[in-house]
């Protein structure tokens, strides 16, 4: 026996419930009965109401309780057919054998379609040798309608529904394996990566930072050459720190930074600003923070991407600048951050222009447009007027 709680309806199979109910009613109030001929009259006429009513409970218990739902509706069918009903009771019936095919246990997939012709083949060979043949064929037909049909169309339905649960847990399954080989291949390439960059990168710059310690140690006369070897050798330091620490990053499978000291932040530009200037005497770098007093500052990612902005604005003023002042300007306003390098320009071949300091690709450009639009941000960069003025603003997200 189901359980008070197996016994809960579905919302749907109420409204079946509700709908056969309704059917029946209607075929009893038009005089529209039975198959066969043992219908109550008179003031007995009610008695056929009752199959009807059991049937509509029996069929709110199709979804959940299919096991209870068919052999209760065995038994009231058996009743139906004494007293003499509708027709709906038998439609609500065959719907149950349906149900308990298609919703009820695996075992039932088996048991039901061979119960159900167990059970026409006996009433068709109980009626041949009770009434005519003619009869005995026709009450075997409405058997196979009432029991076989809706027991194997349920085996099919039940077998293509099972067919397409497995078929998408296999396109589940390939999809994570796919998965999984996308996430090891980029692990894969991640290491490569890493790898080349400690063994070159990283290599050269650990071999600049020897040298200029060295040329250091054997001339400590001071001037021009030695300010030039310490700016070399605090960079290429810089440098190797920054470098083993996007190899720390790729290494990491997870991508994220764990070394939250190790994040370039606005309050270092300061230093920044001072070794640019120590290895640009043609140019006066001026830091200018024009943010509120007291303002929160910004999150981590929008303060990394300012300060390489910053960086690049201030590496291509030391390789293509005129003599002049670079103003680095920072403000911060209605949840944006702007960053504006602005740094004197003129033709090559002009008075006090020569040429680069050093080849440039135009990848730096490219870089910083990039940082600027994975924050949402605009970035903007050219000539204005004597003037190379690069441009970002970051959106400040989450700022009160």
């Known amino acids: 026996m189901p359980t008070t709680a197996a016994l809960r309806p579905h919302r749907d199979d109420v409204l079946i ?6 059917g029946g009613l209607l075929m009893w109030a038009l005089g529209l009965c039975t198959y066969s001929g043992n219908q109550p009259r008179g003031g007995d006429a009610w008695l056929s109401l009752l199959p009807l009513t059991a049937m509509a409970g029996c069929a709110s218990l199709r979804r959940t309780a299919p096991r209870f739902a068919v052999v209760a509706g065995t038994l009231v069918l058996a009743a139906d057919f004494v007293i003499g009903s509708l027709l709906v009771t038998v439609l609500m019936f065959t719907d149950l054998v349906y149900a308990a095919v298609v919703y009820g246990p695996k075992r039932l997939i088996r048991v039901v379609p061979v119960a159900s012709v167990l059970f026409t083949a006996a009433v068709t060979a109980t009626a041949l040798a009770l ?8 009450i075997g037909i409405v058997g196979a309608l009432v029991f076989v049909a809706p027991a194997f169309t349920g085996v099919v339905v039940r077998q293509h529904r099972d ?6 847990l296999r396109a589940e399954q390939t999809a994570l394996l796919a998965e999984m080989d996308r996430r090891e291949a980029v692990g894969t390439e991640r290491a490569r990566m890493a790898r080349e960059l400690h063994d070159m990168v990283a290599g050269h710059l ?3 930072a020897i040298h200029s310690t060295a040329a250091l140690s054997l001339d400590r006369r001071e001037g021009p050459a030695r300010e030039a070897l310490s700016v070399i050798r605090e960079n290429s330091v810089q440098g190797l720190s920054e470098m083993r620490r996007l190899i720390g ?6 991508g994220e930074d764990s070394g939250p000291a190790a994040v370039p932040r606005l309050h270092g530009l300061d230093v920044l600003l ?6 640009a005497p043609h140019a006066r770098f001026v830091l200018r923070d024009e943010r509120p007093a007291g303002a929160p ?6 303060e990394l991407a300012a300060y390489r902005i910053v960086q690049e604005s201030l590496t ?16 911060q306003d209605a949840g944006v951050l702007t960053v504006t390098v602005a740094s004197p320009w003129a033709p090559v071949g002009a008075e006090g222009r020569p040429g680069p300091r050093a080849p440039g690709s135009g990848s730096g450009l490219v870089g910083m447009r990039e940082r600027t639009e994975l924050l949402g941000g605009t970035f903007e960069a050219g000539h204005d007027g004597d003037v190379w003025r690069v441009r970002a603003a970051l959106p400040v997200k989450g700022e009160a």
């Open 249 to 254: 990053l790729l290494r990491d499978a997870s």
């Open 206 to 208: 650990s071999a600049i």
């Open 17 to 22: 419930g509700a709908a056969g109910l309704a």
């Open 297 to 302: 500052p910004p999150p981590a990612p929008v």
């Open 316 to 331: 291509n003023a030391l390789k293509h600048a005129a003599p002049g002042e670079v103003p680095v300007v920072l403000e």
């Open 163 to 168: 067919e397409a649960a497995a078929e998408r």
């Open 274 to 279: 001072a070794q640019m200037a120590a290895a």
């Open 131 to 138: 009434r005519p043949v003619a009869d005995s064929l026709l």
